[in-house]
């Protein structure tokens, strides 16, 4: 089992930066692949970025890359979702998920997920 909680999330004007964290209980943090997805009112929760177990592979959905960067530190059980050049539609609820096995880096059915974070930008 394992249980996730994000931070990190708040108001911010357009073309600004923040960073989320999503904390990790357990000892096998290092065996999951971790992701990040948000969820705007109204909308579906959509993929944002994902790291596999070692670090070395990150993805990204076309609208966030050049501008989010997905980390991880597995000393410290935490992933990180670094997003620069906000946009109001980055405007949205951010979930951190967590999966040992998943394949479909993409998909929502990662086994674990968090509570989520608001991030609101505003123009």
């Known amino acids: 089992q394992v249980q996730l909680v994000e931070s990190g999330g708040r108001l911010v004007q357009a073309g600004g930066s923040l960073r989320l964290s999503c904390a990790a209980s357990?000892?096998?943090?290092?065996?999951?692949?971790m992701a990040w997805f948000r969820q705007a009112p109204g909308k579906e929760r959509e993929f944002v970025a994902a790291?596999?177990?070692?670090?070395?592979?990150?993805y990204y959905t076309d609208s966030v890359k050049g501008r989010f960067n997905i980390s991880r530190d597995n000393a410290k059980n935490t992933v990180y979702l670094q997003m620069n050049s906000l946009k109001p539609e980055d405007t949205a609820v951010y979930y951190c998920?967590?999966?040992?096995?998943?394949?479909?880096?993409?998909?929502?059915?990662?086994?674990?997920w968090g509570q989520g974070t608001q991030v609101t930008v505003s123009s």
């Open positions: 998920a967590a999966d040992p096995t998943i394949l479909k880096l993409t998909t929502t059915t990662y086994a674990y």
């Open positions: 357990g000892r096998t943090f290092s065996t999951y692949t």
């Open positions: 790291i596999v177990r070692s670090g070395g592979s990150t």
